[in-house]
């Protein structure tokens, strides 16, 4: 389980009260600015929070130090560098840092979590690939290898479908996805709306800071919510084919009338309803 209790950070983040339970997969959603990112660095113990406290399994994050913080707190970073110079083994072996020793090989025990995460992610092929040539979606599936190795409860994600294509965007929501459904706690910053919807058991709504509104997707994005947050006109809906929510506005194009509603975002494959 992972709470933030009043949590205030430097004038970004005002009194975020917010508790998940393990297994559940939980979208932060907001516009630019609406302080995703700062949440999931103050949950993660890299900030400390200006008031306010993050507890994990009941400890306090920010009195744990780095390493058995990395026990109980993965984190991916929005962004890796471009010029990592390791190869994807050795980039998801960084992963064990919480459990080896500070000097000395990778135990059985490590070998077996990095195999293993390798096998869940398909990357075992590219094992000996330096991270650097890999495509935009491979990178990001060794950076979720290297936090399922890390054997952390809780899984700190800072959008890790920006940037990608929607086949790749859509492989690491399943991945996601099902590491939630086997008992990990996932909570991620996401830009799209609809995937967001499709595929979060909840969805936190920032607005400058603040939680706007928080709990299932269909709640949380209604038109007045949106029209609040993001400041578009939009309608709801849920789509034909899934059931999943889907977004729409009213186009009008150069004052001469309306045309019908446009889709928001792309259609989400009927293979991503959850069950």
Known sequence: MLEAAGVSFRGILHDVTQTWPAGRLV??????GAGKSTLLRVLAGIWSPTSGEVRVSGLSVHQLSPRQ????????????????PFTVR????MGRYAHRPRIGALSRADRAAVDQALSRLELADLAHNPIKYLSGGQRQRAAIARCLAQE???LLLDEPISNLDLHYQWEILQIVRGLASEG???VMAIHHLELAAAFCD????LRNGRVY??????AVLTPEAVEAVFGLSVQVFPDPHTGHLRLSWPETVDGAGSHPPREVEEVVPACAKRS
């Open 152 to 154: 952390s409860g809780v």
């Open 27 to 32: 979208g932060l959603v907001g516009p630019n």
């Open 202 to 205: 909840e969805l936190v709504l």
């Open 184 to 186: 990990r706690l996932v």
């Open 69 to 84: 913080r990395a026990r109980h707190v993965s984190y991916l970073p929005q962004q890796l560098p471009d010029d990592i």
């Open 213 to 218: 509104q928080a709990g299932k997707p269909q």
């Open 90 to 93: 050795e980039f998801v072996e």
